[in-house]
């Protein structure tokens, strides 16, 4: 199908809607009368047109920025315009960040491969590999959409100074196209970025060395006496001021219901508590910075305590460069970004490891039906295996989910076992059992997500785990060890 072919297709499924045939004003009382599958469709119709459009814009924007690249801004320049960006901002109206995306995304789709030398006996040169033209292919054919395309491409950066690196690219940027649709484009850029430190651990040291030494704290009063701090943070000390402020403040943001009764008690009272999520963070901050070493740390955290997991494959640690630094990357156990080997290293030495023993699809620790909860170990496994709440779409951590039992424990008699087990949010889990959905798993296969009465498609549930590609052979990443 043509491009013009697919925009004429696309607007004839919106224009089929008669209702539609109305003064723009007086859309919103229409669509107001409208049922909800009606509403539900031409939302997807509209936006399917949407993303037609906006490869245009885009693919025009790269043009532009091509022409505007001359002495004294080309075709930018020619209209009165410093750059290209400001030129795309005028035009479609939007934020200078929108219009920059838009150009950058441009650009990329008009990169080709460097022109090779002619050969010397006059056959035509062999065009050289260009990594991600698959992305831009599948950009162009509407399979992702600018800010995914953006996402990916920026997450992975320029693949690795060594043999072979472009084509294990090419591998990783297709396979996330294929993760993207239903992701929010913040998770698909933390996985694009996780993938690349996997790739490139030497990579990833020195790119977490430029963010430790971009470090700050600094502090200011303005004109009206209010004092004001900003901290840039180094990604470590990010994600334990992250962790304090998830453990004393999860109960407002839906953490899991299953705890003891003191937990329970505390819980209660923070949803009373009249402050605002701000308000409280602000005061649990302050409150670590007078109690320092003095206090006991129940009295600041309460009964939940704050931690920071780093989650690596076993057989990635142990090889270490002439200068003795460990060449591993591990994750965050909630939010998956990469830490270097130094981090690891040094966790190691601190506190120690916990090893979680997985089958070739990932499945650890089974206890069977003598306990109908599952255990402190089996959590971190499902931690492991599935790198938060598994629903569509859902970017919730491992510590803010409840396991669920895909074989309920008493009308399905269902075992406390890891492989029929799956991480969600409290949300969805409780989404899960008052509407009527279903989550089932045929052996080792992927858990599948079943909408309340077959009203829809049922859909096969991802791993969120920042090292899912691990498990052998990998389940939702064929191709990545052939590379």
Same mark, same amino acid.
């Given at each position: 199908?043509?491009?013009?072919?697919?925009?004429?297709?696309?607007?004839?499924?919106?224009?089929?809607?008669?209702?539609?045939?109305?003064?723009?004003?007086?859309?919103?009382?229409?669509?107001?009368?409208?049922?909800?599958?009606?509403?539900?469709?031409?939302?997807?119709?509209?936006?399917?047109?949407?993303?037609?459009?906006?490869?245009?814009?885009?693919?025009?924007?790269?043009?532009?920025?091509?022409?505007?690249?001359?002495?004294?801004?080309?075709?930018?320049?020619?209209?009165?315009?410093?750059?290209?960006?400001?030129?795309?901002?005028?035009?479609?109206?939007?934020?200078? *960040?929108?219009?920059?995306?838009?150009?950058?995304? *441009?650009?990329?789709?008009?990169?080709?491969?460097?022109?090779?030398?002619?050969?010397?006996?006059?056959?035509?040169?062999?065009?050289?590999?260009?990594?991600?033209?698959?992305?831009?292919?599948?950009?162009?054919?509407?399979?992702?959409?600018?800010?995914?395309?953006?996402?990916?491409?920026? *997450? /992975?950066?320029?693949?690795?100074?060594?043999?072979?690196?472009?084509?294990?690219?090419?591998?990783?940027?297709?396979?996330?196209?294929?993760?993207?649709?239903?992701?929010?484009?913040?998770? /698909?850029?933390?996985?694009?970025?996780?993938?690349?430190?996997? /790739?490139?651990?030497?990579?990833? *040291?020195?790119?977490?060395?430029?963010?430790?030494?971009?470090?700050?704290?600094?502090?200011?009063?303005?004109?009206?006496?209010?004092?004001?701090?900003?901290?840039?943070?180094?990604?470590?000390?990010?994600?334990?001021?992250?962790?304090?402020?998830?453990?004393?403040?999860?109960?407002?943001?839906?953490?899991?219901?299953?705890?003891?009764?003191?937990?329970?008690?505390?819980?209660?009272?923070?949803?009373?508590?009249?402050?605002?999520?701000?308000?409280?963070?602000?005061?649990?901050?302050?409150?670590?910075?007078?109690?320092?070493?003095?206090?006991?740390?129940?009295?600041?955290?309460?009964?939940?305590?704050?931690?920071?997991?780093?989650?690596?494959?076993?057989?990635?640690?142990?090889?270490?460069?002439? !200068?003795?630094?460990? /060449?591993?990357?591990?994750?965050?156990?909630?939010?998956?970004?990469?830490?270097?080997?130094?981090?690891?290293?040094?966790?190691?030495?601190?506190?120690?490891?916990?090893?979680?023993?997985?089958?070739?699809?990932?499945?650890?620790?089974?206890?069977?039906?003598?306990?109908?909860? !599952?255990?402190?170990?089996?959590?971190?496994?499902?931690?492991?295996?599935?790198?938060?709440?598994?629903?569509?779409?859902?970017?919730?951590?491992?510590?803010?989910?409840?396991?669920?039992?895909?074989?309920?424990?008493?009308?399905?008699?269902?075992?406390?076992?890891?492989?029929?087990?799956?991480?969600?949010?409290?949300?969805?889990?409780?989404?899960?059992?008052?509407?009527?959905?279903?989550?089932?798993?045929?052996?080792?296969?992927? !858990?599948?997500?079943?909408?309340?009465?077959?009203?829809?498609?049922?859909?096969?549930?991802?791993?969120?785990?920042?090292?899912?590609?691990?498990?052998?052979?990998?389940?939702?990443?064929?191709?990545?060890?052939?590379?």
């Amino acid at each position: 199908m043509t491009f013009l072919a697919e925009v004429a297709s696309r607007a004839r499924a919106v224009a089929a809607h008669d209702a539609l045939d109305v003064e723009p004003a007086s859309l919103p009382a229409v669509l107001r009368r409208m049922p909800d599958d009606a509403v539900v469709a031409l939302l997807e119709e509209a936006s399917a047109l949407i993303g037609c459009a906006e490869r245009l814009k885009v693919a025009a924007a790269g043009v532009v920025a091509e022409r505007s690249a001359a002495p004294h801004g080309g075709l930018a320049g020619t209209l009165g315009h410093r750059s290209p960006v400001t030129l795309v901002q005028e035009i479609t109206g939007g934020s200078r *960040g929108e219009a920059s995306r838009t150009v950058r995304v *441009g650009a990329a789709l008009l990169e080709g491969p460097p022109s090779a030398p002619a050969h010397p006996c006059g056959e035509p040169p062999v065009p050289a590999f260009v990594w991600h033209a698959g992305l831009r292919d599948a950009m162009l054919g509407g399979a992702v959409t600018a800010a995914q395309h953006d996402a990916i491409r920026r *997450g /992975l950066g320029d693949p690795a100074e060594c043999d072979g690196a472009a084509e294990v690219w090419a591998i990783a940027a297709q396979q996330l196209v294929g993760e993207a649709p239903g992701m929010p484009v913040e998770e /698909l850029a933390k996985r694009a970025r996780a993938v690349r430190d996997a /790739l490139d651990p030497v990579g990833a *040291g020195e790119r977490f060395a430029q963010r430790f030494a971009g470090r700050a704290f600094r502090t200011w009063t303005d004109a009206d006496g209010v004092h004001h701090a900003r901290i840039d943070f180094d990604d470590e000390t990010f994600a334990w001021v992250q962790s304090i402020t998830d453990a004393a403040l999860r109960p407002r943001r839906g953490g899991p219901r299953f705890m003891t009764d003191l937990e329970r008690a505390q819980a209660d009272e923070l949803v009373r508590d009249p402050r605002t999520n701000e308000q409280l963070a602000y005061d649990l901050m302050m409150d670590v910075l007078r109690a320092g070493a003095l206090a006991s740390a129940e009295d600041v955290f309460g009964a939940r305590q704050p931690g920071v997991r780093l989650v690596v494959v076993k057989d990635a640690v142990g090889p270490r460069d002439p !200068f003795g630094r460990l /060449l591993a990357v591990g994750n965050l156990e909630d939010g998956g970004e990469a830490l270097p080997g130094a981090v690891l290293d040094r966790a190691l030495c601190d506190t120690g490891s916990v090893t979680v023993t997985v089958d070739r699809c990932g499945n650890p620790l089974d206890v069977g039906r003598e306990q109908r909860l !599952f255990s402190g170990k089996q959590r971190v496994a499902l931690a492991v295996r599935d790198g938060g709440c598994r629903w569509p779409g859902c970017d919730r951590p491992p510590s803010y989910c409840e396991a669920h039992h895909a074989d309920h424990w008493e009308e399905d008699h269902g075992c406390t076992d890891i492989d029929r087990g799956v991480l969600l949010c409290r949300f969805h889990h409780l989404l899960l059992h008052n509407q009527g959905w279903k989550i089932s798993r045929d052996g080792t296969g992927p !858990f599948v997500l079943h909408p309340p009465g077959g009203s829809g498609e049922s859909v096969a549930l991802r791993s969120k785990s920042p090292v899912r590609w691990a498990w052998d052979p990998p389940p939702d990443r064929g191709g990545w060890r052939a590379a």
